[in-house]
């Protein structure tokens, strides 16, 4: 089938919903994107665009706009929480030269996405909140209906899309809260994504905006829980109490904060349906992550550009939507259960298991530090749009 002439309407604004508008215009699909705020915008910090999502952005025509804003990383730094020195280091610069692994504010990432939809002819349109789903319907909270060809829900963990073609499913608390927080870069934080693993705690920072400042993600273990969500905010010496014993720049960075979010991190089910008539999932939607692979943006990106493909290599739509799925399930769900399994290696407490497993980090950096990089081939070197 032809995309050319076909009418998509994709509720959501942020990154999935933006890429998607992107791929589907560019195969001549006439493309809205509803979104419920009163302007496009990210209120989030950081993130990390990895070589798989940047081939979507490159491959969309953003890689010129994107290395304007974007901080290029140079490793990946793994810190014990108390001692100085490394622990282990992944030397991007020296053993995935060839690959782009940048550092950007959402609210950048997701500028250079709006500038692109518009001029591409994407209509946007805010404050439309959506109160019902069925095929080639959205309902609005202002009474009005928007109707598509093809309605996609790109409408984040809380999807309205998700439970119309999943039902209701809840998600659980996985004893994790993570704090976020953006601080002043006054100690000179170099190119890199440094992981400060502490007993039951970690955090992580990188530099932004040509390193003029520094993004910080806390994540601590703990009984109580925190909603779900970034815009809950919490008292930064809440924070700075849950990491009193780390030591040095992990402190520094600690003691800047001025502003800080916290909420909880839950992990829901990978969606068993991804698509019905008329109705297909998206990102967060389908798959919400876990921060602990810096993958939930790429993987957006990722669908976003499958999902496009898909449609425009089929001879139905349904033919498209099930092959979209069937692509990209085993991987997102791979690369979940990684993301799950990051935490505990950040968290090992007290003992010889902690000790045996630093060592065995340092030694495989020192021994066999190419294979250490390249051991995520699987995940970075993937690219959709090949």
Same mark, same amino acid.
């Given at each position: ?46 993130? #990390? ?15 010129? $706009? ?40 959402? $609210? ?67 004893? #994790? ?6 601080? *002043? ?59 009193? *014993? ?5 402190? *520094? ?43 939930? $943006? ?76 390249? #051991? ?11």
């Amino acid at each position: 089938m032809s995309l050319t002439g076909l009418d998509i309407v994709i509720v959501g604004g942020g990154i999935a919903g933006l890429a998607a508008a992107l791929a589907l215009r560019a195969r001549g699909a006439n493309v809205c994107v509803l979104e419920q705020a009163d302007a496009i915008r990210e209120v989030g910090a950081g993130l #990390q665009i990895s070589p798989n999502g940047f081939a979507v952005l490159d491959a969309l025509g953003l890689s010129n $706009a994107l290395q304007k804003v974007a901080t290029r990383a140079e490793a990946v730094s793994l810190r014990d929480y108390r001692r100085s020195g490394e622990v282990m280091r992944l030397d991007l610069a020296r053993y995935a030269a060839d690959q782009q692994y940048l550092f950007l504010h959402r $609210a950048d990432l997701i500028a250079l996405l709006v500038e692109a939809a518009r001029a591409a002819g994407v209509e946007l349109r805010l404050l439309q909140e959506v109160v019902r789903v069925e095929q080639g319907k959205v309902h609005l909270k202002t009474g009005a209906v928007a109707r598509g060809d093809l309605i996609i829900g790109a409408d984040g963990v809380h999807s309205v899309f998700r439970g119309v073609l999943n039902g209701q499913t809840a998600p659980f608390f996985t004893g #994790q809260v993570a704090w976020r927080a953006l601080v *002043d870069n006054r100690t000179g934080v170099p190119n890199e994504a440094r992981v400060f693993m502490g007993p039951g705690r970690h955090v992580v920072s990188y530099p932004l905006r040509q390193g003029q400042s520094v993004n910080l993600v806390a994540v601590q273990e703990r009984a109580d829980w925190a909603a779900e969500g970034w815009h809950h905010q919490d008292d930064p010496e809440n924070l700075r109490a849950a990491f009193a *014993d780390f030591r040095g720049p992990a402190a *520094d960075l600690l003691a800047d904060v001025r502003q800080v979010g916290l909420w909880g991190l839950f992990r829901h089910p990978v969606a068993e349906r991804w698509h019905g008539e008329g109705l297909a999932l998206l990102g967060d939607a389908a798959h919400p992550t876990l921060p602990f692979l810096a993958q939930g $943006a790429n993987m957006a990106l990722e669908d976003a550009w499958v999902l496009a493909d898909a449609l425009d290599g089929a001879t139905r739509m349904e033919q498209g939507l099930a092959t979209y799925q069937s692509r990209r399930r085993d991987r997102v769900v791979r690369v979940i259960e990684t993301a799950n399994g990051n935490a505990w290696k950040y968290h090992l407490r007290f003992g010889p298991l902690r000790r045996a497993a630093h060592l065995a980090l340092s030694l495989g950096g020192r021994v066999a530090p190419a294979r250490v990089v390249r #051991q995520f081939d699987w995940l970075y070197r993937h690219d959709v749009t090949a």
